[in-house]
């Protein structure tokens, strides 16, 4: 039994004259003001201290209660953790929201003013990121004792802003604002080692004259809804190890300690903002190294307080590598096992294979990580060759084995994949090395897995036809839908008189009220009162007035051309003319809401930003119209931003060419909260559809199969151009620079791209959209019709909570009952 007894009756609570007795308190005798002189700010601060002792008396709780060490303990290892902000979630989860709104309003300040003033920790790129933090929310709810681990980044993603409508980037300093959530650990400090040689005696391998950094830990607490367990989140800092060092300082060596001083501090500086685009910068792999390093010693310091010998481990431990950013982890602990604790090769591997378990969250060949073989030789020579050895066991006795003398297998399996030219270096393939050494691999919806099996890892799939499964990716009730979206909760409480929040699949109850006028009715109201609230939130950020009556038609993501914000740009193009054309149009008024953020060094992406923001400018002015159509780009998106779009959204864009995202999970926070979707059949979209049922999503575009045929078949993106009459007016008006008239040549990358490969196959895909669009237009003129299928998508959404997720990954994956 992994789960801890917890009786869910001791949950304490707060009452509302304690929580003003707290705030007060701490106010007063803490931050040094009285209340009547307090900001929303010092407001937050205080509320926060307070949840922070109690978030702290649990942990606390938590560890007495895990220390016979009876459990099997969740290491989740990722480079990202995209938190959000915790006041809000964490009064939720406490049960003390209300009091606390109650205690806030009789010091005469608003609640949700006083959440507004914290910053959201932006330690994550997208959705990898963000599951990640879902997962967590989801390990304590569940009471699975367990650890995130990931880098405490000074500077987390950058803020995104906008000008002349050009994206621009600026540090985000997070930690310099005020953050009590973190709670230093240095007891908890770690010694990692870089460069260096490895000297070999006797057959045991000595990795000596190393650079040291030290890891410090802060650590995060994660509550969980209705349960007093509080787990960890620990984020581990880079400084530099103690002190000066005189020894080389007396030796003339200055150079070498200020060297290690520069590394140290710059360790944990930045997050790279590179979602699914390649980057190969030594830093990032010192930075995987680091963190990895940290957080296994760290975790095997807590196995060895817990227990005596190694027989134990791999039934207490499973560690699940997010991506294969912590692919490192493996060469690792396969150093730990054989350099320092003694095992033999084959044993140390086996215990590898045994707790580590590896998420894939791409198939796009480009965001597949290698790194040079020379680069991790000269920063990690030992795990070389740890690497080299894992391979040779691999191909000389298992491919060997499965294909007896098949020397093309052995090559392309090989971790190590050989240049086609010999000037270029060999290059250690991760995600090779992450399948080889872990016990099981999966892929993050149902399509996306098979997709792993049948396109990315064949030959492993029929090496080990188990290892490979699918576990669908999930959101958490608890911050999509009932603390975004406070009204719906309500609703929904008091429709269905259930736990919902714990056991998401209860929303289908809902489905009987999809047709009844009245139930319709309250739920029209409050996706209205909620475009209201975006309404002013799109004229605070972008000076635009928009209808709240409008349809709102969100599309919210990292900016990259396989989502193909392009092609809703130019969709939107097309509307445009169509009003310019006859301005009396019997169209419902449409906004359309993009909020995403590009790589800094994603020209096109950066491209397809900069022409919405023109297209915006001209049509948001253009008073031929008549507010007919809105455009709006809500810069810096990010978590908290997200939590007031999606509760507004009507239309839900998931329009990714098929075969090539993973499986989205803004789709299923969209549909949870009643936006219909239009989508391809891509991700966990099938899975959506096939919930909703498809007479209740708007599908379009070609299949994974259409895709491959066309692609064999030679695709032509010109031949398209030039038979679909508005497809080349829009494409040839980009083109013209009348968007941009200072600078005629601006999209020209963005045409190029479309016209002379459109490798994500836009304009193929364009006719079949905009028609999907138009039957979007007339169920939005049946209004019963609409809100029925609004209703049925929020009532299907049962599947895809995060709390699945990890039962899942508990039964299929972590071998923990629950
Ligand atoms: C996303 N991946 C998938 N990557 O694109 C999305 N990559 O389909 C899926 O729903 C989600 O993962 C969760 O499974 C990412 O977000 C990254 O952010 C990333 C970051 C660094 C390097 C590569």
């Known amino acids: 039994m992994s789960r801890m007894n917890v ?25 040094g003001v009285e209340p009547d002189e307090a900001t929303p700010g010092d407001y937050w601060e205080a509320l926060s201290l307070l949840v922070r002792e109690i978030n702290l008396d649990r942990i606390r709780n938590t560890r007495r209660e895990e220390k016979d060490g009876s459990v099997r303990r969740v290491y989740y290892l990722s480079l990202e953790f995209l938190v959000g902000r915790l006041l809000g979630n964490n009064l939720h989860n406490l049960g003390i929201y209300h009091q606390a709104e109650k205690a806030t309003a009789s010091f005469g300040v608003n609640l949700s003013d006083v959440l507004e003033y914290e910053t959201d920790p932006a330690l994550g790129n997208g959705g990898l990121g963000r599951l990640a933090a879902c997962f967590l929310d989801s390990l304590t709810t569940l009471n699975v004792p367990a650890f995130g681990y990931g880098i405490n980044y000074r500077f987390g993603l950058f803020k995104q802003g906008f000008v002349g409508g050009k994206q621009v980037e600026s540090p985000d300093a997070w930690r310099e604002d005020s953050f009590p959530w973190g709670i230093e650990k240095p007891k908890r400090k770690q010694v990692v080692r870089l460069y260096g040689q490895v000297r070999e005696v006797d057959g045991k391998a000595y990795w000596d004259d190393t650079q040291e950094v030290l890891g410090v830990p802060w650590d995060l607490p994660v509550t969980g809804y209705n349960t007093e367990r509080v787990n960890t989140l620990r984020l581990w800092e880079g400084r530099a190890t103690e002190g000066f060092d005189l020894n080389s300082f007396d030796a003339g060596r200055y150079q070498d300690s200020r060297f290690r001083e520069i590394l140290a501090e710059n360790i944990s500086q930045v997050l790279y903002p590179n979602d699914s685009h390649p980057e190969g910068k030594e830093l990032r792999l010192i930075q995987q190294y680091f963190f990895v390093a940290c957080s296994l010693a760290d975790l095997i310091a807590r196995y060895k307080r817990e227990h005596e010998g190694w027989e134990q481990f791999t039934s207490k431990v499973v560690i699940q590598l997010n991506d294969t950013h912590p692919a490192i982890a493996v060469p690792e602990l396969l150093r730990i096992l054989m350099d320092e604790e003694d095992f033999v090769f084959t044993k140390a591997l086996e215990i590898c294979r045994s707790v580590f378990c590896y998420t894939n969250h791409t198939l796009l060949p480009e965001a597949l990580e290698t790194w040079s073989q020379g680069l991790i030789a000269r920063v990690l020579p030992r795990h070389m060759q740890l690497i080299y050895k894992i391979n040779y066991h691999f191909l000389h006795n298992e491919v060997e084995k499965h294909w007896p003398g098949d020397h093309q297998m052995k090559n392309r399996l090989s971790i190590i994949e050989e240049p086609n030219n010999p000037a270029e270096p060999q290059m250690v393939r991760m995600a090779y090395l992450s399948v080889i050494g872990s016990h099981k691999v999966n892929g993050v919806a149902a399509l996306h897995s098979s997709l792993v099996k049948q396109k990315l890892f064949p030959e492993f799939d029929e090496l080990w036809p188990d290892k490979i499964v699918n576990v669908t990716n999930g959101v958490t009730p608890r911050r999509w839908l009932a603390n975004c979206n406070p009204e719906l909760a309500e609703l929904i409480d008091s429709t269905l008189k259930s736990d919902w929040q714990s056991d998401l699949a209860r929303l289908g109850e809902l489905k009987v009220w999809a047709d009844d006028p009245e139930f319709q009715k309250k739920f029209a109201r409050i996706k209205r009162d909620n475009k209201v609230a975006l ?32 092609l809703n740009l130019l969709h939107i193009m097309a509307v445009y003319r169509r009003l310019l054309e006859d301005p009396d149009l019997d169209v419902p008024h449409r906004v359309f809401i993009f909020a995403a953020k590009a790589a800094p060094g994603y020209l096109v992406a950066k491209n397809i930003i900069y022409a919405i923001n023109r297209l915006a400018d001209r049509v948001n002015n253009d008073r031929r119209i008549r507010d007919k159509l809105k455009v709006i780009f809500l810069p810096n998106y990010r978590v908290s931003l997200a939590e007031k779009i999606i509760p507004a959204a009507d239309v839900s864009e998931q329009i990714s060419t098929a075969g090539f995202e993973a499986s989205g999970t803004g789709n299923m926070k969209l549909a949870l909260n009643g936006a219909l979707t239009i989508g391809t059949m891509d991700g966990a979209n099938v899975e959506i559809a096939e919930e909703v049922g498809e007479e209740n999503i708007f599908i379009f575009g070609k299949t994974v199969e259409e895709v491959s045929d066309l692609r064999q078949r030679g695709y032509n993106p010109r031949d398209i151009y030039q038979h679909n009459e508005e497809l080349k007016a829009v494409i040839d008006w980009l083109a013209s620079g009348d968007l941009s008239p200072d600078e005629p040549d601006a999209f020209r990358p963005l045409v190029e791209s479309l016209l002379d490969s459109d490798y994500f196959l836009t304009l193929a895909d364009y006719q079949s959209y905009s028609d999907a669009h138009d039957r979007i237009v007339k169920a939005w003129k049946a209004p019963s019709y609409w809100w029925r299928m609004a209703i049925i998508n929020t009532a299907s959404m049962g599947k895809f909570s995060s709390d699945r997720s990890i039962v899942d990954y508990c039964k299929t994956i972590w071998n923990i009952g629950l």
Do not use: W
């Open 7 to 31: 009786d869910l009756n001791s949950v304490r609570t707060m009452d509302t004259a304690q929580v003003e007795q707290g705030i007060r308190r701490i106010l007063e005798q803490s931050l």
């Open 535 to 566: 309404a002013s939130v799109i004229d605070e950020l972008c000076g635009v007035k928009v209808n709240p009556d409008a349809i709102f038609d969100v599309q919210i993501k990292r900016l990259h051309e396989y989502k193909r914000q392009q």
